[in-house]
Nanobody
Framework: QVQLVESGGGLVQPGGSLRLSCSVSGSILNYAVGWFRQAPGKEREGVSCINGNDGSTYYADSVKGRFTISRDNAKNTVYLQMKNLKPEDTAVYYC???????????WGQGTQVTVSA
């Protein structure tokens, strides 16, 4: 069973930066991989994803221009560089491979991002 391990979260002030990492126990070479987040009382939402074939990327409007997704297929790792963080970015962040209209693997534990002064 493929496992996903997210890391890099923490407490940061508004305007600050964090870099999240998603380590996958299996190969992600052929998968698009996405970052998702879930804030308290809200549903999980997609934040960004990166294609496995051509590296093309997608960003939710709320993070466009502030977040950058990248991947290292050799390390089976996907990153999310987050800049100019806002309080509304506070959430638990998850990653997963994308399969069709759903995700490919069981969710990991996620990593908490808290943006607060």
């Amino acid at each position: 069973q493929v496992q996903l391990v997210e890391s890099g979260g923490g407490l940061v002030q508004p305007g600050g930066s964090l870099r999240l990492s998603c380590s996958v126990s299996g190969s992600i070479l052929n998968y698009a991989v996405g970052w998702f987040r879930q804030a308290p009382g809200k549903e999980r939402e997609g934040v960004s994803c990166i294609n496995g074939n051509d590296g093309s990327t997608y960003y939710a409007d709320s993070v466009k221009g502030r977040f950058t997704i990248s991947r290292d297929n050799a390390k089976n790792t996907v990153y999310l560089q987050m800049k100019n963080l806002k309080p509304e970015d506070t959430a638990v962040y998850y990653c997963n491979a994308i399969r069709g209209e759903s995700v490919a693997f069981s969710w990991g534990q996620g990593t908490q991002v808290t943006v607060s002064a």
